[in-house]
């Protein structure tokens, strides 16, 4: 079965210490990359990442604290995580969102730019099964399933919800799954 893993916003900003994060997402960041070493060679096709990658006054700071601001430690993809992906997919690709100073973008399908080009990708991949998880599994985890289901690639999702800290304790994640049957 040819299958693609998405991971997203595994970034330090939402790692425990971060400017953002979220209880107990290093311990599952630590999981999800001993998961992905584990793999047998080509067990994902591809990989993906994304990546928020906001400008200096971000709208979304106020809301949230100041977080994952291009070009720091905190918007750079958790290292075990990165070097786990990259060592199962060399040619591993890592999309940004929310890059316009005055939009918010908690899913990567809202962004103008890597929206469409992360679709294309995934028609020419063919994949028959799209692995997801990150973080944060009730905001920017959540909002790319939800988007995701409305492409032709909802029938194919998996989430993977052990590497997916939530703000909740997974509460939105779980529900979203079992309705959507992910």
């Known amino acids: 079965m040819r299958k693609t893993l998405l991971l997203v916003d595994c970034q330090y900003d939402f790692?425990?210490?971060?400017?953002?994060?979220v209880a107990g997402s290093q311990v599952m960041m630590d999981a999800l990359a001993d998961y992905i070493s584990g793999l047998p060679a080509g067990y994902y096709e591809h990989i993906v990442m994304t990546a928020d990658f906001h400008p200096?006054?971000?709208?979304?700071?106020g809301e949230w604290p100041m977080h994952c601001v291009a070009h720091t430690h905190g918007a750079a993809?958790?290292?075990?995580?990165?070097?786990?992906?990259?060592a199962h997919d060399p040619?591993?690709?890592?999309?940004?969102?929310?890059?316009?100073?005055?939009?918010?973008?908690?899913?990567?399908?809202?962004?103008?730019e890597n929206g469409p080009k992360l679709l294309d990708m995934l028609e020419a991949w063919d994949s028959e099964q799209i692995?997801?998880?990150?973080?944060?599994?009730?905001?920017?985890?959540?909002?790319t399933l939800k988007d995701m289901l409305e492409t032709p690639f909802g029938s194919?999702?998996?989430?993977?919800?052990?590497?997916s800290p939530s703000l909740d304790g997974g509460t939105a994640l779980s529900q979203l799954i079992s309705e959507h049957q992910l």
């Not at 790692?15 to 994060?21: E, K, Q, R, W």
């Not at 200096?56 to 700071?61: A, L, P, Q």
């Not at 993809?77 to 990259?86: L, R, S």
């Open 15 to 21: 790692i425990d210490g971060g400017n953002l994060a």
């Open 56 to 61: 200096w006054g971000h709208c979304s700071f």
């Open 77 to 86: 993809i958790y290292d075990a995580v990165f070097q786990a992906a990259v």
């Open 91 to 112: 040619e591993c690709v890592v999309l940004t969102k929310g890059t316009l100073k005055d939009r918010d973008e908690y899913s990567i399908f809202q962004s103008q």
């Open 131 to 143: 692995d997801v998880c990150g973080i944060c599994g009730d905001i920017c985890v959540l909002n």
């Open 156 to 163: 194919k999702l998996h989430v993977l919800p052990e590497f």
